[in-house]
């Protein structure tokens, strides 16, 4: 009682749910929309750092090109002035040079012996660590020429993206959260005029059920405002008509029922005899619509075989043949049920051994289109007493199945041995562990509808066995399936 209380929910609750789940996916969407953009800032601010960086080296690297270029000419200039004049000179030049640079770049000039001759205002011992820096030694004057660039800025630089983007992520925040309301906002309304519109007409058409059920009054169809529900009462209308119709004719049954009898009597035997000649002609289509079958799945899979011959495999021929042949299959179960009742199948003395080779043959086409390979372990000269086409069923379908639910690139493995006085056929395949064994030989049963197939073919290996003494086992688990048949030994 508990349990259907909880399973036959109100249209409030379901109402209620639709609108959470709503709300949150909103919520959701709106945070995932404001993480993106935040990792869209933190890679700007990456790049903007890099380049940034990227673009000082280059100051620095041209600055020191500069100031190199300016003490070579220097010292050109002035060779046979002392070298304490000649340094004089240069400090002159450089610091003509770096009033019209910018002021976080710097140069230096230091001795080898690590006296610093030069260094432009902008240097700065403490900052030194945190600055671009490049260096080149200039031997003929003892000097090493130094030009930086103060990184600093960069955090300025940094630090006001940041609140730009502060601002600008709050603001964005804002119109999403409030876009995003207010769509909940017009949503839920609509939600919730169609829910009280949608009660309200189920509340009526119960009231209205009600009401027919002693009447039997029509419900107004005017009041009904949804196109479904329309239909729901024009059936129900329909129906009303029939019991009403059904309860005069009952009034009158009681009154006349012997007349009555009669002609139902009649009708009856009208409509048995319909249904028979119904059944005697849906019986030849399904005959004649496996007759048909066959001609064009003959002539698919010869001119396959002459294409075979003439040239070399086609791979996508190769899924054709395979796709042609568990047709083929399934045809031969169609035609074994429509004539099993009125064919009597003659046994003879049968080489299974050979029989089963080229059973095996028949389907390594199919085998290779699922990505299957066959292992045969087949000892020569095995007979047994059986008919052809029984047995056929027998191997045909136990192949198709092995290569229909086995894993792929996995082999299939058929054996067949001498046990004494059987003759043990065996059909070994790598896949799933067979879920409801009790139920695997019945007629339709699946084991995996998505698989496809009718669920013909092991019911049918089941009434030819059963029919023959055939010995069936089936041992299955998580790595294997083995379906084992035990014959007679002819």
């Not at 139902?264 to 005697?280: I, M, N, P, W, Y």
């Not at 067979?434 to 197939?453: N, T």
């Not at 019911?459 to 029919?467: G, H, Q, S, T, W």
């Amino acid at each position: 009682m508990l349990q259907k209380t909880k399973d036959n929910k109100s249209i409030n609750q379901i109402n209620f749910m639709a609108i959470l789940f709503a709300g949150l996916f909103a919520f959701i969407s709106a945070c995932l929309v404001i993480v993106n953009e935040y990792l869209e800032f933190q890679k700007e601010i990456k790049v903007l750092e890099a380049n940034y960086i990227q673009m000082q080296e280059k100051s620095a690297a041209s600055q020191l090109t500069l100031l190199f270029n300016i003490t070579e000419y220097r010292f050109t200039q002035s060779k046979s002035l002392p070298k304490e004049e000649i340094y004089q000179k240069l400090k002159e030049d450089i610091g003509a040079l770096m009033s019209h640079t910018e002021e976080q770049n710097y140069v230096f000039l230091q001795k080898n012996s690590g006296e610093m001759l030069y260094r432009s205002s902008a240097f700065s011992v403490e900052e030194t660590s945190k600055d671009i820096v490049v260096t080149k030694l200039y031997e003929p004057l003892g000097l090493i020429l130094g030009s930086g660039v103060s990184t600093h800025n960069i955090e300025d630089v940094l630090e006001q993206r940041k609140k730009d983007y502060q601002d600008k992520i709050i603001n964005f925040v804002l119109k999403i959260y409030m876009l995003t309301l207010f769509l909940y906002l017009i949503s839920t309304i609509e939600y919730r005029y169609v829910s009280d519109i949608m009660k309200r007409e189920i509340r009526f058409i119960a009231y209205s059920f009600k009401k027919a059920s002693s009447s039997y009054e029509f419900i107004d169809m005017e009041k009904i405002k949804f196109q479904e529900f329309q239909e729901i009462v024009t059936h129900a209308n329909v129906m009303i008509e029939e019991i009403k119709s059904k309860n005069s004719a009952l009034i009158e049954l009681n009154s006349n029922l012997e007349l009555i009898v009669e002609q139902k009597t009649e009708e009856l035997k009208r409509s048995v005899a319909f249904t028979q000649e119904l059944l005697e002609q849906q019986d030849r289509f399904i005959k004649n619509a496996i007759h048909e079958i066959n001609t064009p799945l003959s002539i698919i899979l010869m001119n396959i075989d002459l294409y075979n011959l003439k040239y070399e495999k086609n791979p996508y021929l190769l899924k054709i043949e395979a796709a042609v042949k568990v047709l083929d299959n399934i045809y031969e179960d169609l035609a074994y049920v429509v004539k099993k009742d009125r064919v009597v199948y003659e046994k003879a003395m049968i080489d299974f051994s050979k029989f089963l080779t080229e059973r095996v043959e028949y389907f390594e086409d199919v085998a290779e289109g699922n990505k299957l390979h066959i292992i045969t372990d087949i000892t020569r000269d095995l007979f047994i007493v059986f008919n052809e086409i029984e047995l056929q069923r027998i191997c045909d379908n136990n192949l198709s199945n092995a290569i229909k639910y086995s894993y792929e690139k996995q082999p299939l493995r058929v054996k067949l041995y001498a046990e004494q006085e059987s003759v043990i056929f065996e059909v070994q395949n790598s896949g799933e562990k067979i879920k409801m064994p009790d139920q695997l030989f019945d007629r339709y049963y699946r084991e995996d509808e998505a698989r496809g197939g009718f669920g013909l073919g092991l019911n049918i290996v089941k009434e030819i066995c059963d029919a023959n003494a055939v010995a069936i086992s089936v041992l299955s688990d998580e790595s294997k399936t083995l379906f084992r048949y035990r014959f007679t030994k002819g």
